[in-house]
């Protein structure tokens, strides 16, 4: 029972300002609590918290987004986060230890925001380069996928903070993602796309497993018994806790009785009263919501020990892991192509151009759920600026518009106190009122605002808000302004009316689908003069003309926007002039969380027009150009053979800027490796060879392509590509050597394993890590089975010129298991294989054949 307390916690439970939590008799309080009290644990009751019951001595647990940092239980002016490199830029580093420390050190961030859940990791596969989310996913490999998870889960929970693996299963795309079928093969279901949950699960031990929005073969997952409870409980032995993804639940007793414990957010929409109804009516067995109830016990006496306040005060980090965060972005850097050995660039005396529209902005981290409050950022151009030295000169042009929505504005504007940002007010009537009371008021330099949380309850669900701030332009011309709402919005420039996006607003794309298209305007300006700006704004039960579908209970949102609007002409024009008077010139372009995020897939595998034409007339007059690109999953390269430089970067997050120029100026030797494939096309994809593949038809995608997913189709039918899977410069050389095996004949039994090891040998000049990778070849004659997949990999430790270092790796029953659908279980065929050491998955170094002498099923 709860005892009364007023000091901080020993580490020994949870504490409130009146109640300290111990650890419970679950049995016993299972025993205690009324039916009623049993089904308000099983949903949430808020969007970021369980269901408190203190006469019991359970506590509210909090939960938080997300997948590179801890946002908090805020979107709108939320406390600050550290950022880390999105998953598949953490992937790239292949450094299982590395993501173990992220891990860490996210678990100390939740911890100075009273989280007690990590929402992350997730571990779905890049089934295609389209989709929207795909950079919060590790690879297109599910054993990179699974063991790096593993490792992030491992950091995570050793500071007392539960990590949630998500989401099971196929949620592989934005498209329809509520509604869709994944139509998935059997042996498919089981060797690519649950397998990084079975290893993860076995790794670590996650305390939360998360189902995924869409349908799997018909039967949306959150709702399928044959997932949760016969796969993930009683064949794995999962004795965690199942979450739903937020509102994806859809289905009352099917979902209790599949096994699926937590219903979030809430308040509930489909358990409370309805669920007690189904009790009452004999559909669902009072055992069954004692079960889900005493999941959510068990997470609870998991996390009392970790001494995290229930309802706590939410607080910025002190002691946030900067280090941490440096290496992982320098990490989640890959040379690509370095033909004439540019790369790394002298750091003294040089003239550098830095050319692109992803260099000034720093952009840290993809869309939707990935989105947070930076503490700081480092954008490429400053960590460019940062590290040249004495005699160096860097000057900057952004070379052309490369953007989805205007470019936010907000650091640019002045507030009523003369500093960057604006003032917003919030009021219950509209402004036309005479009676008009402000609710709350503040300044902020975020002009993309969702009004979801974190605003007084005295602001009612109809609200206004009136932005105003003032702009001077540093330079006269034209300028674009951008408004757009979840409600409804009007800009005015001086007072004048520039963009109505009030009388008729039209449905598009902001706030994840639910609000109204952006609508832009243009305005000439003159240097030096100073503009009052004003956004007025209406929420979506406050207006008559919002069509959008979210309910009208919302608050809803708004984002505006700004940028001087130079010509395609002007652009390319300056960026030239600017190339061709440099010594260096470092182009940095790609995407950024517009194009890539949840909510939405990405309509092709191509940067923006503009970014193309800028990169081909750069190339054209410096074709001794870095190019850096920026992106969290692949994109299409068609000025490969004209580029003898090129890095790929992700959403590196706070110290993206840095990890960069680290890589450039060679303060760090790159390691990274691609964990997804680079097509030359997307047509190329199996998964995009029709559209029944992608993105679906009449409610259904078909996964057509089987197990053959990234890699698996291209080094078994091709076609060419631009980059292979694994593939990853260094400004130095390996040599691989000495390999060998414990042993090239075996009986398989289910405790056989293979020790493989080699010796790697830096035969190059300057310190670096090399990541090995182990891939098996099949026996001839076994049909439809890739040429070669990953089995096994490991990164070096830094290894100096000249010296070297022996790797281990093993390989054990499952390395050589397929899925035999006929017997529902896994099997390993006998006959001749080859275990293949690479540095790519292409870049073969060695071969050994090893025989199986006889079939194993297990």
């Known amino acids: 029972m709860p005892v ?83 998953a598949t830029g953490l992937a790239s580093s292949w450094d299982v230890d590395l993501v173990r420390q992220v891990g860490v050190a996210l678990g100390d961030e939740c911890r100075a925001k009273g989280v007690h859940v990590l929402l992350a990791p997730t571990v779905n596969m890049l089934r295609t380069p389209l989709n929207g989310r795909g950079f919060e996913s590790f690879s297109e490999d599910p054993l990179l996928s699974g063991i790096l998870a593993g490792a992030f889960i491992r950091g995570c929970q050793s500071t007392g903070v539960a990590a949630t693996l998500k989401h099971l299963v196929c949620n592989d795309q934005e498209t329809n993602r509520y509604s869709i079928s994944a139509e998935v093969d059997e042996r498919s279901l089981r060797e690519i796309y649950l397998k990084p949950f079975e290893i993860a699960i076995r790794e670590s031990n996650p305390w939360l497993v998360m189902t995924s929005y869409n349908r799997v073969n018909g039967k949306h997952a959150s709702e399928t018994k044959e997932l949760i409870t016969d796969l993930l409980r009683k064949e794995w032995g999962y004795e965690g806790m199942v979450i739903s993804d937020w509102h994806g639940t859809y289905s009352t007793d099917e ?17 409370g009263p309805a669920l007690l109804r189904m009790v009452t009516c004999g559909k669902v067995k009072e055992s069954e919501i004692d079960e889900r109830a005493r999941q959510v016990l068990r997470l609870v006496n998991r996390l ?184 409804i919005s009007d800009l005015f420039v001086d007072d004048v009316l520039l963009i109505d996006n009030s009388t008729s607003p039209i449905p598009g794309e902001l706030f994840y689908g639910k609000g109204s298209r952006e609508e832009t305007g243009q305005i000439h300006l003159e240097n030096g003069v100073t503009y009052d700006i004003r956004v007025e704004y209406a929420s979506p039960s406050a207006s008559t003309s919002f069509v959008g579908p979210l309910a009208l209970s919302s608050r809803g949102g708004l984002r505006f926007g700004g940028y001087l609007k130079l010509s395609p002409e002007e652009h390319i024009r300056e960026a030239v002039e600017l190339a061709k008077s440099a010594d260096i010139v470092v182009l940095v372009a790609g995407l950024n969380a517009e194009f890539e995020t949840e909510g939405f897939d990405r309509q092709s595998m191509s940067l923006p027009q503009p970014t193309l034409n800028l990169i081909e007339t750069i190339l054209s007059v410096r074709q001794d150009s870095v190019v850096c690109l920026q992106s969290g999953t692949p994109l299409e390269i068609p000025f490969i053979d004209r580029c003898s430089t090129l890095v790929h970067f992700f959403y590196n997050g706070n110290e993206t800027g840095n990890g960069l120029s680290d890589i450039l100026f060679g303060d760090v030797n790159p390691s990274a490796k691609l964990p997804f494939t680079i097509s030359t096309f997307l047509s ?175």
């Open 4 to 86: 009364a307390v007023h000091s901080t916690s020993n580490g020994q439970g949870i504490e409130s300002s009146k109640i300290k939590y111990k650890l419970l008799d679950v049995e016993e309080v299972l025993s205690k609590l009324s039916l009623p009290e049993k089904v308000s644990l099983l949903s949430g009751k808020d969007n970021w918290h369980t269901r408190d019951i203190p006469k019991f001595g359970i506590p509210s647990l909090r939960l938080s987004d997300g997948p590179n940092g801890c946002r908090g239980t805020k979107f709108f002016e939320g406390v600050p986060a550290a950022c880390f490199p999105c």
């Open 255 to 271: 979902a209790i009785q599949a096994g699926l414990d937590l219903e979030m957010p809430g308040p509930s929409i489909i358990r």
């Open 304 to 487: 009392i020990p970790s001494g995290i306040p229930s309802e706590a005060e939410e607080n910025e980090n002190p002691n946030p892991a900067v280090e941490v965060m440096r290496q992982s972005a320098a990490d989640a850097v890959v040379l690509l192509k370095n033909d004439h050995k540019i790369l790394p660039l002298p750091k003294s005396g040089k003239r550098i151009a830095v050319i692109g529209p992803n260099a000034e902005r720093a952009q840290i981290f993809g869309g939707g759920s990935a989105a947070l409050r930076p503490t700081y950022t480092v954008s490429p151009l400053e960590g460019i600026r940062a590290a040249v030295g004495e005699g160096s000169e860097v000057v900057y042009a952004r070379g052309c518009d490369a953007h989805k929505l205007t470019p936010l504005i907000g650091e640019e504007l002045r507030n009523s106190n003369g500093q960057p940002g604006f003032d917003i007010t919030f009021y219950n009537e509209p402004s036309s009122s005479h009676s008009r009371k402000a609710i709350h008021k503040l300044t902020t330099t975020n002009s993309s605002m969702f009004f979801n949380d974190n605003l007084p309850e005295r602001l009612n669900r109809a609200c206004y808000a009136t932005v105003i701030a003032t702009f001077t332009p540093s330079r006269s011309g034209i300028y674009e302004f951008g408004v757009g709402a979840l409600g």
């Open 684 to 858: 190329d994809c199996q998964s995009h060879t029709t559209e029944r593949s992608f993105p679906g038809v009449e409610g259904k995608v078909h996964y057509d392509e089987g197990v053959f997913v990234g890699y698996r189709q291209f080094v078994t039918d091709g076609p060419e590509f631009a980059f292979p899977f694994g593939h990853g410069l260094s400004y130095t050389t390996f040599a691989y050597q000495n390999i060998v095996t414990s042993q090239t004949t075996l009986e398989m039994d289910s405790s056989t394993s293979i020790e493989v090891s080699c010796t790697i040998k830096n035969t190059g000049s300057v310190a670096g890590r090399e990541i090995v990778q182990i891939y098996l070849s099949p026996p001839s004659g076994q049909e439809q089975r890739p040429k070669r997949e990953l089995k096994s990999f490991m990164k070096t430790s830094l290894i100096q010129p000249g010296k070297e270092e022996i790797v281990n790796m093993k390989l054990d029953k499952e390395s050589f298991a397929i899925w035999d659908t006929s017997k529902s279980t896994w099997k390993a065929p006998k006959g001749k294989y080859e275990i293949v050491l690479a540095s790519s998955s292409e870049d073969i170094r060695d071969t050994i054949t090893i025989l199986l002498e006889n079939d194993l099923s297990f």
